[in-house]
């Protein structure tokens, strides 16, 4: 049964992010996130029938949220502008991957504007990834797959429970040395981050950005799913580093240099059971996303959402840390650019759609 206060205050501070009604609390039960532990409140909308999660005691209400990112204002979320760009920097150049991610998070670092990046979506251990430096991010573009630890909050939305373990760990090493983390991960970390009150969680620390990178899932399912993908892959999953959707394939590149297509019917369900019905692709509470699109090799695709990222992104291109494709081949055909990105992001919200969708 819930406690009295933990009911009052689910009354008190949520309202269902689908119709407005007042949730009524359901389950109360504690969760361990590194060695403390964390009530979470399970509640429902008697209106809309929408189940919803939250720790009100270190995360935020989703309905705060809502209103300052409006994920729903478009299949792609609230956003700013689309463009592609690449980056300028020899040394992220001549290295595999994808660069413009590293590159503006290196930037971030040079130009004083945080300390150190969490690199969410590198780790799926209680340890964290940290990048103090630009060699730290010459990876960055890199994905890992591995069992993850995750409660629905409602709506398709994911709280990554490892995120918020392995931010604490860094937290209780660092002992206020890095206060201001920029995070990059994928949709579930970066929605963790912004519903996370840093000041309880994390005292002293905040987050001084977010930066997303696109997600088809975390192929990493257990069981029959599992050995059903390596067959397919012709390595572990857990090497998997880039996911690609190219025409009605999707690409998997492991860890050693592998390439390996899969049409997209073939791999539809078999992902970690945490993102079964998760259906944020472009990391909709990011500042700015960012990944390629297609089998386009030079430029990658940025979706910018906030004011912080729209003028960091405007500095990183003024300083020449970055090029958008406006600057290398002019005005309309950045506009036509801008449209085929618009056009691929989209159509991927639907593939990412049929490949997360709960298998019966
Ligand atoms: S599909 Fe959703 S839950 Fe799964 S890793 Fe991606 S963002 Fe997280």
Redesign the pocket.
């Known amino acids: 049964m819930p406690s009295s206060a933990a009911v009052s205050r689910a009354k008190g501070e949520n309202a269902c992010v689908a119709c407005g009604s007042t949730v009524e609390p359901t389950e109360e039960y504690g969760l361990d996130i590194a060695g403390r532990e964390v009530t979470f409140v399970a509640t429902r909308c008697p209106s809309c029938a929408n189940e919803y999660v939250n720790a009100p005691e270190i995360l935020r209400p989703d309905k705060e949220l809502m209103e300052a990112y409006r994920p729903s204002a478009s299949a792609l979320g609230s956003f700013r502008r689309v463009l592609t760009l690449t980056s300028r920097d020899r040394e992220f150049r001549h290295r595999v991957g994808d660069k413009v991610a590293g590159t503006l998070l290196w930037y971030l670092l040079e130009e004083d504007m945080a300390d150190v990046v969490f690199l969410a979506h590198l780790s799926v251990t209680e340890e964290p990834v940290m990048a103090f430096k630009k060699k730290d991010l010459f990876e960055a573009w890199q994905i890992r797959m591995g069992a993850?630890r995750?409660i629905t909050t409602g709506g398709g939305l994911?709280a990554?429970l490892a995120t918020l373990t392995q931010l604490k760990t860094f937290v209780e090493t660092d002992r206020g040395l890095h206060p201001r983390i920029a995070v990059m991960g994928?949709?579930?970390?970066v929605y963790t981050m912004r519903k996370l009150l840093w000041e309880r969680f994390a005292s002293g620390y905040e987050l001084a950005f977010a930066l997303g990178t696109f997600?088809?899932?975390?192929f990493a399912p257990a069981g029959w799913g599992g050995k059903k993908l390596t067959e397919l892959l012709g390595f572990d999953p857990s090497e998997i580093r880039q996911v690609r959707f190219l025409g009605d394939e999707m690409e998997f590149v492991s860890g050693r240099g592998v390439t390996r297509k899969v049409p997209q019917g073939n791999i539809a369900g078999l992902?970690?059971a945490?993102?079964l019905q998760?259906y944020?692709f472009s990391v909709k509470f990011s500042d700015i996303s960012v990944g390629h699109i297609g089998g386009e090799e030079l430029f990658e695709a940025a979706v910018v959402r906030t004011e912080l990222g729209d003028q960091v992104l405007e500095q990183a291109i003024n300083d020449g840390f970055l090029a958008p494709a406006a600057q290398l081949y002019g005005k309309a055909d950045a506009e036509d650019d801008e449209k085929r990105s618009l056009a691929f992001l989209n159509a991927m919200v639907d593939v990412?759609k049929g490949l997360?969708q709960k298998v019966r």
């Not at 994928?186 to 970390?189: A, D, K, L, Y």
């Not at 997600?215 to 975390?218: K, Q, T």
């Open positions: 993850g995750a994911r990554n994928r949709p579930c970390q997600c088809y899932g975390n992902v970690n945490n993102c998760c944020d990412k997360t």
